[in-house]
């Protein structure tokens, strides 16, 4: 099973904020990936990522931009911070391994609420 | 798109209540994967099961099993008596072909009540 560590857990910040949400796993996964997820609501997969300087965008439009430069380490970025921004913000990553045994391991999540 | 339909939004039980949770799904592909994932209200998802497209043989792990069936394309999740700290939002998914995707049902908040 993977280790994956987000930071902060809870973000309150003001519109217009410049914002970075922290994601690292230990597990030397190749494949990493973030959701958006309203309270109770449907994950939607804004980026993803399957390798050093390998980032895509996901099924939903998103204003955020991720970045890979190390395996372990996939950060989100908002420029400017907005209320539409608030949500909980779900990293995840994973490894084909043997047997194809693909599964998705996720961190705790960051709940971001902007003012 | 290949949908997972998860019919039932919202459950509700009394505790020691046996409950099954649908999840129906769409594939074109050979090989393909489903999963189960329970998010309780602290909000993090938790990895329950994983089951291949090649493995038919239904599975149970305490008080969990699970029914999967490719003649219907579903992959239900039973709880036999249910307990308070089973209430939370349970998430079908399907993974497979080139990609490295899931698709994600849209979830059943399961309560379980004293």
């Known amino acids: 099973e993977a280790d994956i560590y987000q930071t902060p857990r809870y973000l309150v910040i003001g519109t217009g904020k410049k914002i970075t949400l922290e994601c690292s796993q230990t597990?030397?996964?190749?494949?990493m990936y973030w959701y958006q997820q309203d309270p109770g609501m449907e994950l939607h997969l804004i980026h993803y990522?399957?390798?050093?300087?390998?980032?895509e965008k996901g099924d939903l439009s998103s204003e955020s931009t991720v970045s890979r430069i190390r395996t372990e380490h996939f950060p989100l970025t908002l420029e400017s911070a907005r209320p539409s921004h608030t949500s909980q913000y779900l990293c995840?990553?994973?490894?084909?391994?043997?047997?194809?045994?693909?599964?998705?391991?996720f961190g705790p999540g960051t709940r971001l609420t902007v003012l | 798109a290949q949908k997972v339909t998860q019919a039932q939004t919202e459950i509700s039980v009394v505790e020691k209540e046996d409950v099954t949770l649908d999840c129906v799904y769409e594939?074109?592909?050979?090989?393909?994967?489903l999963f189960w994932y329970k998010q309780p209200p602290s909000g993090e998802l938790v990895f329950l099961i994983r089951?291949?497209?090649?493995?038919?043989q239904n599975e149970i792990s305490g008080r969990y099993s699970w029914n999967f069936q490719k003649s219907t394309s579903s992959f239900n999740f039973t709880i036999t008596a249910s307990q308070v700290v089973d209430s939370a939002v349970y998430f079908c998914?399907?993974?497979?072909?080139?990609?490295?995707?899931?698709?994600f049902g849209k979830g059943t908040l399961l309560t379980v009540n004293p």
């Open positions: 089951r291949n497209s090649f493995d038919e």
């Open positions: 597990m030397g996964h190749d494949k």
């Open positions: 995840a990553s994973s490894d084909l391994g043997s047997n194809y045994r693909f599964t998705q391991y």
């Open positions: 594939t074109r592909d050979t090989t393909y994967y």
């Open positions: 990522s399957y390798g050093v300087n390998s980032t």
């Open positions: 998914a399907r993974g497979g072909g080139s990609n490295y995707k899931l698709t």
